[in-house]
């Protein structure tokens, strides 16, 4: 038969996730977040370890739930819907690629930690070149007699300064991606701020000069990276799609919610057809895209040949659909919607790094024009 | 528009049926009505014919030479295809969903206005995009000796348009998902 919805549990952990959330991570939480140095909500960031969402796909032998992308995707759309700080996703990616393709040690090193929120991680692929492909990842490994030397830039990190551990693409020979394991706090690792318009998320430059690793840092085989890499890319493009679309439903609800208190002329502005089409138009984009979503999170684990088009579908539409819906929800806030007392800032600020975010919209769709043969 | 002659007005005078041909109960046609609307809305809305012309648009750009080489090697015109090929994505696997909450026996709500506004829409903009792709062959009726697709693009954006308007305009759907759907206030009638 054919099915295409939650499951029993999968409806009972989003609601759980959203009662948490509205409960533990009001506006206020977030912007008083946005005054601290690293960003993390210290507390609220505990709360979701002890329930076990930082291990929520890892395996249960690997102390984790052992629950699925569809799962995690759920969560992410919680997390958005209330503009979350904090490094949920890039955590997320790096246990993700510790699951995948770390060895014992390595796992058994850096899971417990993970999954117990103890440790924050990060992935460190994007450079100045700003490619999200092989050809993008040129800071150079080179063998040493203990392990690797590193030395170059990366740009564009989420969850930086904050994290602890980075998963840094780098060059190995002169055809080779591999990733490496590299505590933020080694010497030589220079981690610097970047200054952003989202308040909700942080994001720095990572330098690397003579940083010696040994060989146990490099996680999967040499001139293997990209494969794994390229399977984080597509999950952190799902993780964001999901954060978006509960982003654009929150931005709606608020919108509409505005439109029928606030008066003008006389009557509330949303019996106005000008305001009601819009709020229509936006339904007409969010409602049908929470499929995108799904689908896109149920085919990474259960569908490989098509994971990588469906994430593209989903993060192509919900960067652009995100992004133009809170833009319509701030209009029809009209001037209150425009200033920074409003909370309605937060969510046009993150849509503005969610949809560039792991690849932006013309990425996507030009990725997916190769990937149907146009 | 299109200069066949499915779209008409039916004119009634004095016109008399047996009492077995009431549908429903007396004064109640309303509510039967606007349960026929909606399942005209789905089927207005239905992806199946939108995924099929699609592909037939895919296959214009990778004919139809621009600039000296195939249309689907431009990457403006593969943008637009894309972003189509999301929109046709995105109501099929919506179709999927909706089905299976109705098989869940779950109430469908202003879905069906959703879809008939979204996919009417964008049948509309694969048939402009394929008048784009053509240029100058875009206009050239059927009887042309250089027509492509048998001229059935023109046909097609004309057509599509209708069913825009037909089923309930586009901006009939927007006050139904607006106050049915979000429960926004009705417009002050006039004094």
Request: glycine share 0%; aromatic share 0%; no cysteine.
């Given at each position: 038969m054919m099915d295409f919805g939650l499951s029993g549990d999968q409806e009972a952990l989003q609601r759980a996730a959203r009662e948490l959330l509205a409960r533990e991570c009001p506006p206020a939480l977030v912007r008083a977040t946005a005054k601290t140095a690293d960003g993390i909500p210290r507390s609220l960031q505990a709360k979701m370890a002890e329930l076990g969402w930082i291990g929520l796909a890892a395996p249960e032998a690997e102390g984790g739930l052992g629950l699925g992308t569809l799962e995690l995707a759920l969560v992410c759309e919680e997390l958005g819907r209330v503009a979350a700080p904090g490094p949920f996703l890039p955590t997320q990616l790096v246990t993700a690629a510790l699951v995948r393709a770390g060895s014992k040690a390595q796992r058994g090193r850096w899971l417990p930690r993970l999954l117990s929120g103890e440790t924050l991680a990060a992935l460190a692929y994007l450079e100045d070149t700003d490619r999200h492909d092989p050809a993008g990842i040129t800071l150079a490994a080179r063998r040493t007699r203990a392990g690797w030397q590193l030395d170059g830039a990366k740009l564009f990190v989420q969850g930086v300064p904050g994290a602890d551990l980075l998963l840094v693409a780098a060059r190995t020979g002169r055809e080779g991606v591999s990733l490496f394991l590299v505590?933020?706090?080694?010497?030589g690792v220079r981690v610097r701020p970047e200054e952003t318009v989202d308040l909700t998320r942080r994001v720095g430059e990572v330098r690397l000069r003579d940083v010696a690793v040994d060989r146990s840092a490099l996680l999967g085989r040499e001139g293997g990276g990209w494969p794994i890499l390229a399977r984080l890319l597509d999950l952190g493009a799902i993780g964001i799609a999901a954060d978006s679309f509960g982003g654009a439903a929150r931005a709606l609800e608020m919108a509409v919610e505005y439109s029928r208190v606030r008066q003008q002329f006389g009557r509330p502005i949303g019996s106005f057809q000008a305001i009601k089409h819009m709020a229509a138009e936006m339904v007409a984009e969010v409602e049908p895209a929470r499929s995108l979503v799904w689908y896109a999170a149920y085919a990474f684990d259960h569908r490989p040949g098509e994971a990588s088009r469906a994430a593209s579908i989903a993060k192509a539409r919900l960067g652009d659909v995100f992004s133009r819906t809170v833009n319509r929800a701030v209009q029809m806030h009209g001037g209150i919607g425009f200033t920074w007392e409003h909370d309605l800032q937060l969510w046009f600020k993150r849509a503005c790094w969610n949809e560039v975010a792991f690849g932006d919209p013309t990425f996507h769709r030009e990725r997916l024009a190769r990937i149907d043969r146009y | 528009m299109t200069g066949d002659a499915g779209f008409n007005e039916v004119f009634f005078e004095d016109v008399r049926v047996p009492r077995r041909n009431l549908v429903g109960e007396l004064n109640n046609g309303w509510q039967i009505a606007n349960a026929t609307l909606a399942h005209e809305r789905n089927m207005l809305g239905s992806t199946t014919r939108t995924q099929e012309t699609f592909q037939r648009l895919v296959r214009l750009a990778q004919t139809q030479r621009r600039n000296g080489g195939p249309a689907s090697r431009d990457p403006v015109v593969r943008q637009r295809l894309a972003d189509l090929a999301i929109r046709v994505e995105t109501m099929k696997l919506e179709a999927y969903r909706q089905l299976t909450d109705a098989l869940r026996g779950r109430a469908p709500g202003i879905a069906a206005s959703v879809n008939k506004l979204v996919t009417t829409e964008l049948n509309h903009d694969i048939a402009r995009a394929a008048l784009e792709i053509l240029g100058s062959y875009g206009p050239l009726d059927r009887r042309s000796a250089h027509v492509r697709d048998r001229g059935v693009w023109p046909l097609d954006f004309m057509f599509s348009l209708g069913l825009i308007i037909g089923g309930g305009t586009s901006q009939i759907q927007k006050n139904i998902i607006a106050e049915r759907g979000l429960g926004m206030p009705k417009e002050a009638k006039p004094r």
């Open positions: 505590e933020a706090a080694a010497p | -």
